[in-house]
């Protein structure tokens, strides 16, 4: 039993509501590892769990990937050993702490080549790149030169899919909120950026760049903003992933739409289903750190916080202030 230290709400709300808090942190039971953290990554489903977007019981301690060491690990742990450098992206919240104990399922033993920093910006967010771009296409997959659109591509999910998506050949188009994120988003892969806080319609855009075939598929976590300009983005059979909503929860769909709009294809998925098992987890894992040690992949840090002040950490991402992977120190 030690005492550590994490950022925890009492309540659902604003940032202001972050306090740094002492915690009892015991041994690891059946299945699970005791880590000590050195750095701990900042995700927009912080946000969404911290101001009750996604509710979750009271008192909540936050944060879903960090980076460390292993102290322990308990019965029936065959992957991990005390002394293991280590990194992950898990449920359940915690992750913003000096040290805790979690289910070691997808608990990751890091690569010699892969330091702490690097793993606590990339693992949640590289895994849900993964799942993206790897796991969910459209039928018949994708072929190198093919159209994809990415919104909020200077983010921390769109840099790394910037990068991956140009290691396999695909145009992507990014959209970001500004000339700068447009510039970092092309710098980081991109074949074609929009500015879709100037060019409203980026829908019209995109069939200009594509030559008015269409998209075959979207990746869409801004969500209510965006989602309908995504649809009027696709190529007929195309596929709509809407995967999250930076700026508010996407309102119900008409299914017909999806007909009348060209035969289209609808999916909200979750890395949470991608990473329910170890077998799962560890593939999609390897995967990904296969291509930040080939250089094809490199999450870039946009900003440091020490762990005391996650809460300007979150101000910062709200106020979509960020580009790339925000970082805590522990
Ligand atoms: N379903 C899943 O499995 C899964 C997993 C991981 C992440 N996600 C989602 O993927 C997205 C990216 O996550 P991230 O952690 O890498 O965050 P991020 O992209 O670094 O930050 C969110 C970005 O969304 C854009 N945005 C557009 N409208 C916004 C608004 N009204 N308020 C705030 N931001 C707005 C901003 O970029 P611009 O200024 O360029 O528009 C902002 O920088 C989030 O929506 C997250 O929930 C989903």
């Known amino acids: 039993m030690s005492i550590e230290k994490v950022i925890r709400v009492a309540q659902a709300g604003g940032p202001e509501l ?47 990937e960090a980076s460390g060491v292993i102290e322990a690990v308990g019965e ?9 450098r280590a990194c992950y992206a898990s449920q359940p919240p915690g992750a913003y ?37 790897r796991k969910t296409l459209p039928a018949g997959g994708l072929q190198a030169g093919d159209h994809v659109l990415f919104h909020a591509a200077a983010g921390g999910v769109g840099l790394i899919a910037c990068q991956w998506a140009k290691a396999l050949g695909w145009q ?37 760049i594509t030559g008015g075939k269409g998209v075959k598929v979207v990746y869409d976590a801004v969500g209510a903003d965006t989602f309908e300009g995504s649809i009027d983005s696709l190529a007929p ?25 060209g ?10 289903t991608h990473i329910a098992t170890r077998e799962s987890a560890q593939a999609m894992a390897d995967d990904l750190f296969s291509f930040v040690e ?15 002040d996650a809460a300007q950490a ?8 960020t580009t790339g992977s925000s970082v805590l120190f522990v």
């Open 18 to 64: 972050m306090r740094f808090e002492e915690v009892e942190v015991g041994k690891p039971g059946p299945g699970e590892v005791r880590i000590r953290h050195h750095a701990c990554g900042v995700n927009y489903i912080d946000v969404y769990q911290r101001s009750g977007v996604y509710p979750l019981p009271m008192p909540l301690n936050l944060g879903m």
């Open 314 to 321: 979150h101000r910062d991402l709200e106020s979509r202030a």
């Open 172 to 208: 992507l188009i990014a959209t970001a909120g500004s000339d700068e994120k447009c510039a970092l988003a092309l710098e980081n892969g991109a074949a074609h950026a929009i500015n879709y806080r100037r060019e409203k319609n980026f829908a019209a855009k995109v069939r200009e």
């Open 294 to 308: 080939s250089g094809a992949i490199q999450p870039n840090i946009g900003r440091r916080y020490a762990l005391a």
């Open 263 to 272: 035969s289209l294809y609808l999916t909200r998925p979750t890395l949470f």
């Open 97 to 133: 702490s000096t040290a805790r104990v979690l289910p070691a399922r997808s608990v990751f033993k890091l690569p010699a080549a892969i330091g702490f920093d690097t793993a606590a910006a990339l693992i949640f967010k590289g895994l849900t790149a993964q799942y993206l771009l």
């Open 237 to 261: 059979f195309g596929l709509m992933v809407s995967y999250g909503n930076a700026s508010g929860v996407v309102p119900p769909v008409q299914v017909g739409m999806l007909a009348a709009k």
């Open 76 to 84: 029936g742990v065959t992957h991990l050993a005390a002394g293991d």
